[in-house]
């Protein structure tokens, strides 16, 4: 790689993930948050994220969470896996207007649950497998979900522990699972080491970037599901 693409590499990496606000870039912490409307969620290193109005805090999730601002609705989605079913997704819309200021006791022992605690009793939630083959899902996402923003996230499958990145288009209806080779057919693999984070589709090429735990930030070839190259790496 030429250093003229390297730079381009981390100009498109800083816009694209900068805003992403999945579970916890352990060694990218400028990459691990987000502000909009008035509010900032941020993840702290191997800590679970808060989400503050100056300095109030509204909300708390681990980093096993990924949480989409919706500022068409004023509102965010909240999504996460199932830990003994990996393409179990549950989601969740929470109404930016109704948090609240979370009691301390209740931001002091949160812990890691894999979710985003707020001080509402309920909120809308929708769950869903996703079929892990090579065909498109068709699948029909209810209001409010039907409203979100096309998003990618990863899972595994529980038997062969390889990942998936899928590919989900709540307002078309549509959830398409992307084996990702380049990790699951590596050598030397530990996945208690090392994983897919989070990823990012970049509007100008439709290319993905993403980022793997003490990996580095990568981008995907046009398929999906191979290895273009490394944006950054964290091997030395």
Known sequence: MTETQHAEDLKTVNELLVPATGPTPFHMPSLAGCTWQGMELRWNDQNPALLRAGDTVLGVADNGVYIYPDPSTQALFAVCSNATEGN???????????????????????????????????????TFSASLTSETQALTFPAPFSGMAPFLFFVSEATTK????????????????LPQNWFNHRESRDDLYEWPLYAVRNPANRKIYGEAMRMGVFILAENGTELERWAVSYRS
């Open 88 to 126: 179990t997704l549950t989601l969740r819309q929470y109404g930016l207007s109704s948090l609240t200021p979370l009691p301390e006791d209740q931001i002091r022992d949160y812990g890691y649950a894999q979710e985003f605690h707020t001080t509402l009793a309920s909120v809308p939630t929708f």
């Open 162 to 177: 390889d990942f998936f990145l899928l590919d989900v288009h709540p307002s078309a209806g549509t959830v398409t699972a």
